[in-house]
């Protein structure tokens, strides 16, 4: 997803508590800068910041962020020469929404369903269409006639 020209993300939406990949294209891919920093960090403030050296592809640079918050994530690129590309002094802003309860992982005193309670459920599952099938195949075969069990000729 482009949210900016020449930063893309590879997801639709920026989600709290996940990782993301950044490419940028920008004009220090274009100028063939050898290194490439990207700056972040998170709210209104910048808290929590950190520097990434990303990783020069064909694609442009790229790094991977662990979006740690759920306000918004403030990033910026400098290269080795110091020079910054802060969208002329506007930082880069985006919303990060908040992440979707059943995405996360809760611990046993939290989970709704417990493991022994899903096996359970699925054994008589299995059991309910094993025992249609049956009725399904055989119902026929013995209403019209022509079903013959089989009889062992070894007892």
């Known amino acids: 997803m482009e949210l900016v020209k020449n930063i893309f993300f590879n997801t639709d939406k920026l989600t709290a508590f996940s990782k993301i990949k950044i490419s940028y294209t920008g004009k220090f891919f274009s100028d063939n800068s050898q290194k490439v920093f990207i700056h972040y960090g998170f709210a209104n403030n910048w808290e929590k910041t950190f520097d990434i050296e990303m990783v020069k592809t064909e694609l442009g640079f790229q790094a991977e962020v662990e979006l740690t918050d759920d306000s918004s994530f403030n990033f910026c690129f400098y290269n080795e020469n110091g020079v910054w590309d802060n969208n002329n002094g506007e930082n880069y802003n985006f919303k990060i929404e908040p992440a979707e309860l059943d995405l996360i992982a809760l611990d046993d005193e939290y989970s709704l369903i417990s493991p022994k309670r899903i096996t359970k459920f699925y054994l008589w ?10 009725v399904v195949t055989y119902l026929p075969k013995i209403m019209s006639g022509k079903y013959k069990r089989k009889i062992n000729n070894n007892e």
Do not use: H
């Open 125 to 134: 599952k299995k059991k309910v269409k094993i025992r249609f099938y049956r």
